[in-house]
């Protein structure tokens, strides 16, 4: 079955959201990087059902009233970048974790690199929040929107920690 997409504005720019087989398959950026994410033949489908679904949650999500997703995802990729790409779902609304943390997390603490390499590999950005994941130092690392998308992810969420506080 050929995927289908939508496209979303966003405060991070136009997001193209792809699904497959009623599931999210790729949250794609306004300027992504060729190839980075591998999808068969894309066709026109606004008014499918995952994608209209997986539009109304970013939309909760970028004003504040969502800090999960709830979403039935089409993770296409090797076992290994799965298994970090499941590792990110792990991680809390506001908080971040390091590459090292990641590959401790799945049994394979001398694979940063290829944990950094599977992470900038993501397919569902935002929702499998590889934004979430900085570098040892805490300092901002590669990521496909762009560091100023990512950090723009981080503060929307660290505003959202006090908000859904209260």
């Not at 792809?18 to 606004?46: C, F, M, P």
């Not at 001398?110 to 935002?126: D, L, T």
Request: charge should be positive.
């Amino acid at each position: 079955m050929p995927y289908q997409y939508k496209l979303m504005p966003s405060p991070v720019g136009q997001l193209t959201l792809v699904a497959r087989n009623g599931k999210l398959s790729a949250i794609l950026w306004e300027k992504e990087r060729a190839n980075r994410v591998r999808l068969g033949e894309l066709h026109l489908a606004d008014d499918s059902p995952v994608l209209l679904e997986a539009e109304r949650q970013l939309r909760e999500y970028f004003t504040g009233t969502r800090n999960q997703f709830d979403l039935a995802l089409d993770f296409d990729g090797t076992d290994f970048q799965k298994q970090v790409w499941q590792a990110l779902l792990t991680i809390p609304f506001g908080e971040t974790r390091s590459y090292s943390q990641i590959a401790q997390q799945i049994g394979n603490p001398k694979a940063v690199r290829a944990v950094g390499a599977a992470n900038g590999r993501n397919p569902i950005s935002i929702v499998a929040p590889c934004h979430r994941v900085i570098g040892a130092s805490g300092g901002l690392t590669g990521f496909a929107g762009g560091l100023e998308a990512k950090q723009y992810l981080l503060a929307l969420e660290d505003r959202g920690q006090a908000k859904l506080a209260l």
